[in-house]
Each structure stands twice: as C-alpha cells, then as structure tokens.
T-cell receptor, first 116, second 110 residues
Framework: DTGVSQNPRHKITKRGQNVTFRCDPI?????LYWYRQTLGQGPEFLTYFQNEAQLEKSRLLSDRFSAERPKGSFSTLEIQRTEQGDSAMYLC??????????????FGPGTRLTVT | QKEVEQNSGPLSVPEGAIASLNCTYS??????FFWYRQYSGKSPELIMF????GDKEDGRFTAQLNKASQYVSLLIRDSQPSDSATYLC??????????FGTGTRLQVFP
C-alpha cells in the first residue's frame, strides 16, 4: 500500500504522560500536514512541513506540542504532559505541489488518542 | 461566523436519488475547494476538488462552485447506501492549510 501511514492507530495514555505519533507520507510527496479532529467537528489544522522545514504552526498548537520532520520523509508529533482535552483523532496528510494553485491532500488512517 | 459552514444534517435520500450537499465560505480570498467523504471512525477521503467557477464532474459526483455567492456544492447522482457518510467541505486560502466545515451527514436508505 503506497498511501499515508500512521502509527500507532490507537493510543491510550494517562494524563501527564508524553506520547509520540509517527506519520509516513506518500513517498514522492514533499508536503506533510498534521490535523486534529474531535467528535462532530471537521479536522483542524495543526502544522505543516515542506521537506524538513516547518512552515506554519496553528495557534492551537500549545508549547506541549512539537512536530519534526528531520530528513524530509516521516514526521513525528509529540504531546508532552497530556491532558484530557488532547483526546482526539490525530490525522496526517501529504501532498505534492502541482502546476495548479491547489494541492490535494491525502489523509492517513489517523491515530486515535484517549487520555484517561 | 465560521469560515466554512455546512448543515450538519442528517440529509436523508432514497437510493437512486440525487443528494445535494451545500457549503458556504466567508473569505473571498479562498482559492481552492475540496470535498472529503468520511465514514464513521475512519479518516477523510478526498473525492472532489474544484477551483474554477462552474461545474466539475467525476463519475456520479459533480462539484459546483460559485465564487460570487461564496458557495460550493456536491451533487451525488444515483445515490447508494454505501454513500452514507459524513461529507466534509474544505477550502484553501493563501496558505496550504485546509479549513474544514463540520460536515454534513448523508443517509441513503434502500
């Protein structure tokens, strides 16, 4: 399967613990995005990378959140000192800039985080 | 006012009918428009994108864009029970982040 992959698919953690998620984009895609989705809402943008450069971070991304894409391939999203409000589906998407003004983004299966 | 607005539904249509899903956006600088389908517990799946005024057809799906009215819609012809899902409208403005609506739940009944 050559789609976007994410690991783990599910994570249950206790409040105050740190968690790290991984995303592997489609191989030729140089843009990688992180979104968060809670029940009944659309996904909300967190951050995105072009190659290894982090180009934008949402104000939603508190200091407890950090994302990296060290070699321009896979990316990790770390949440420190998790809170119950962090419980959500964390979605990764990738895209390949084309000739047009839009960049279609393809999502991975997501990591569902539950903070108890 | 939310940047992207959708009726949460559910929109119920009989099998074989046309389902019409609507979306409005507030920022006239929005450049590109996307429709994603999301089954319960799954991630969004891209089904259509459009960036020019008018219609764009792909199989049973037609996306319609009217920038003057800040309105984008998705028509699903010959609706099937397997089309039952939440349909998310999303826009891109001057950066590449998608801004999503809350989605419209579609139910197609046999």
């Amino acid at each position: 399967d050559t789609g976007v992959s994410q690991n783990p698919r599910h994570k249950i953690t206790k409040r105050g613990q740190n968690v790290t998620f991984r995303c592997d984009p489609i191989s030729e895609h140089n843009r990688l995005y992180w979104y968060r989705q809670t029940l009944g809402q659309g996904p909300e943008f967190l951050t995105y990378f072009q190659n290894e450069a982090q180009l934008e971070k949402s104000r939603l991304l508190s200091d407890r959140f950090s994302a990296e894409r060290p070699k321009g391939s896979f990316s990790t999203l770390e949440i420190q000192r998790t809170e119950q409000g962090d419980s959500a589906m964390y979605l990764c998407a990738s895209s390949l800039p084309g000739a047009e003004i839009s960049y279609e983004q393809y999502f991975g299966p997501g990591t569902r985080l539950t903070v108890t | 006012q939310k940047e992207v607005e959708q009726n949460s539904g559910p929109l119920s249509v009989p099998e074989g009918a046309i389902a019409s899903l609507n979306c409005t956006y507030s920022d006239r600088g929005s450049q590109s428009f996307f429709w994603y389908r999301q089954y319960s517990g799954k991630s969004p799946e891209l089904i259509m994108f459009i960036y020019s005024n008018g219609d764009k057809e792909d199989g049973r799906f037609t996306a319609q864009l009217n920038k003057a009215s800040q309105y984008v819609s998705l028509l699903i012809r010959d609706s099937q029970p397997s089309d039952s899902a939440t349909y998310l409208c999303a826009v891109i403005r001057n950066t590449d982040k998608l801004i999503f609506g809350t989605g419209t739940r579609l139910q197609v009944f046999p």
